[in-house]
């Protein structure tokens, strides 16, 4: 009943909350999402005027015109805006979807390990009753280091070294020594020729076991879950049509300098300008929060 040499409980309850604080600057600049976004709209409304008449220099510079407004304008309206918005907007609705699916899939799967945690340990501790104090607080303390794993790894805490793959494989070690440390009883009892105690105590350890299957099933799921993510490919289109659509907006803005000079100070126009940019870096901001 003396607790064996392993690596299975290499974490406290304070390294976890003394760990890495960089997801928690990760939180904290999503927290500002609102004012990052106040900011960008603010600096479009104010900036919009300046740049408007350098967009239209270097974009329409060398290109015919018509009516005072180049030829180009038109195919801008017609084709190039709508494509852009249109392609936008499905690509952020399916990782909109796809991003709050996985979380909501997350937290059930997550309450669901620690219920059965919870659950685990009622039978678990009949077993260990009557067995030596050391024994029964190391199979405690195997439990507690799986919670605290779960924690870590989904926190993306970086403790003592160990990435959130290792944190992972610490959990299904963590199981698979319970396991043993459960089957042990079963093999004492059947040594010991108490067939009537054996058949009792069959009971608790087969329904101990059960729940320890269940609780690596919930694992496997939920590790599958967030190991899921989008190429890197698709973010940079993402970031790319966002960045596009408040360019569209400017150069469609700007085409009016020819034929109205005041048009880059009006303040709809500035305003509607602000609302290209907040948007999609609201949205963009809000995808970061989920992913």
Not at 56 to 80: C, E, K, W, Y
Not at 135 to 150: D, I, P
Not at 174 to 181: A, I, P, V
Not at 275 to 285: D, F, N, R, Y
Request: charged letters at 20%; proline letters at 4%.
């Amino acid at each position: 009943a003396v607790r064996p040499k392993d690596n299975l409980l290499p974490l406290t309850l304070e390294d976890v909350l003394g760990a890495d604080m960089t997801r928690q600057g990760m939180d904290l600049f999503l927290r500002l999402s609102p004012v990052l976004v106040g900011g960008a709209a603010f600096l479009a409304f104010t900036l919009f005027p300046l740049v408007a008449d350098p967009i239209a220099n270097v974009a329409f510079a060398h290109f015919a015109m018509q009516d005072g407004r180049p030829v180009a304008d038109q195919v801008l309206i017609s084709v190039v805006v709508p494509c852009l918005g249109v392609l936008f907007a499905t690509t952020a609705s399916s990782a909109l979807g796809t991003l709050r699916t996985r979380q909501q899939d997350m937290r059930k799967m997550l309450r669901q390990e620690s219920i059965l945690l919870d659950t685990i340990g009622k039978p678990v501790r009949k077993l260990f009753r009557h067995r030596s104090l050391a024994q029964e607080c190391y199979v405690l303390r195997l439990m507690e280091q799986y919670a605290l794993c779960v924690v870590a790894e989904t926190q993306q805490i970086e403790a003592k070294g160990i990435t959130a793959m290792d944190f992972f494989d610490i959990e299904r070690q963590l199981t698979s020594k319970l396991l043993d440390l459960i089957g042990s009883i079963d093999w004492e009892l059947l040594s010991e020729n108490d067939l009537n105690r054996s058949i009792v105590i069959g009971r608790v350890i087969s329904n101990a076991q059960s729940l320890i299957y269940q609780l690596d099933q919930l694992r496997a799921s939920r590790r599958a879950t967030t190991s899921f993510t989008f190429p890197v490919l698709y973010w940079v289109l993402l970031v790319g049509l966002s960045m596009s659509i408040p360019l569209c907006a400017c150069l469609l803005a700007a085409t009016f300098k020819y034929t109205s000079e005041t048009v880059v100070n009006d303040y709809l126009t500035r305003i509607l300008v602000s609302a290209s940019v907040a948007g999609p870096a609201a949205l963009l901001l809000l995808l970061a929060d989920f992913n």
